[in-house]
Structure formats: C-alpha cells, structure tokens
C-alpha cells in the first residue's frame, strides 16, 4: 500500500550541516573540467559522470546524525541537572502537596 511510504518517509540529508567546501572539492575531483563531445556516448557518460557526482557529494559531505534531532545534548549539563532537580522537586510536590 502506498501510504506506507508517507509514514515512513526516505531519510534526506539536512543541508545545514553540510561541508560545503568538502562537497565543492568531491564535485571538482569527479567532474571533469573540459570534457570533449566527440558523439552521443561520449554526451551520454559525462551526463552519467555529472549525475553520480551530484548524487554522492551531499552523502559524502554532510554527516548522518544531525546535532539538532534530539534538543536535550544542545544544553549544557549543569542546565541539564538543574532541570531534573526541578522536575524531581515538582513531582515531589504533586504527591505530597508539601510546599517545602
């Protein structure tokens, strides 16, 4: 069934921490700078080569975990204790009704 894909969408890179001067350089390795078009095949295979490039470089440059998927390692760990207290101290109150 088609909505299966909808759930479970493809991953895609996010751009936002991509290398961009490590997806320039793999594009300029792979790309040749004057290419000759003596015929149809020769077309065919620098459209292939250009393709496969555009297609590797971002999976090359850009990483696979993304800082941003979980906001909690964004904050400092002192922060991160200070909330627990917090959250531990709050909890606390809801089942005793003690304000101390």
């Known amino acids: 069934m088609y909505l299966s894909s909808f759930l479970h969408p493809p991953d895609r890179p996010d751009f936002k ?4 001067i490590n997806f320039q350089a793999l594009l300029e390795d792979e790309i040749p700078i004057n290419p000759e078009y003596h015929n149809g095949v020769a077309i065919n295979k620098c459209v292939e080569n250009l393709s496969g490039a555009v297609l590797k470089a ?7 975990n993304r800082p941003h998927d979980d ?14 207290l917090k959250n531990q ?12």
Request: aromatic share 6%; charged share 25%; with cysteine.
């Open 58 to 64: 971002p999976a090359a440059s850009t990483p696979k």
């Open 71 to 84: 906001p909690w390692s964004l904050i400092p760990d002192g922060i991160q204790d200070e909330i627990r």
């Open 17 to 20: 921490c991509t290398d961009w």
């Open 89 to 100: 101290v709050q909890r606390q109150l809801q089942v005793t009704k003690d304000p101390l």
